[in-house]
């Protein structure tokens, strides 16, 4: 069974700084392409930054480009998210995905319905 399982939500200021993180197992991630989405109340659900299998690419929102940043680390089977200046249009449930399969080394998928597997989500709330 492979369950994603994301920690490190919570509440902060705007102008602060939070790391959510995604532990895999069930699923090795050294040759899975990985990715952080968020849902805010009555939204769809947004790519937010995605990882190549490879690590030698990544992909963000425009609008967080330059304040997150993606990384994983194969050898704990993880992914994380830094997020740095948290603003109020921030605060949504971020989850973290994984897509099984991709020929390339440098893929990144934005789109979820290219992912397998799901977490649970986690609560990321910046207040005014």
């Known amino acids: 069974q492979v369950l994603l399982v994301e920690s490190g939500g919570g509440l902060v200021q705007a102008g602060g700084s939070l790391s959510v993180s995604c532990a895999a197992s069930?699923?090795?991630?050294?040759?899975?392409?990985m990715a952080w989405f968020r849902q805010a109340p009555g939204k769809e659900r947004e790519f937010v930054a995605g990882i190549s299998w490879s690590g030698i690419a990544t992909a963000y929102l425009d609008s967080v480009k330059g304040r997150f940043t993606i990384s994983r680390d194969n050898a704990k089977n993880t992914v994380s998210l830094q997020m740095n200046s948290l603003k109020p249009e921030d605060t949504a449930v971020y989850y973290c995905a994984a897509r099984t399969y991709s020929s390339s080394r440098g893929g990144v998928y934005r789109y979820p319905n290219l992912y397998d597997y799901w977490g649970q989500g986690t609560q990321v709330t910046v207040s005014t």
């Open positions: 069930g699923l090795t991630i050294s040759n899975t392409p």
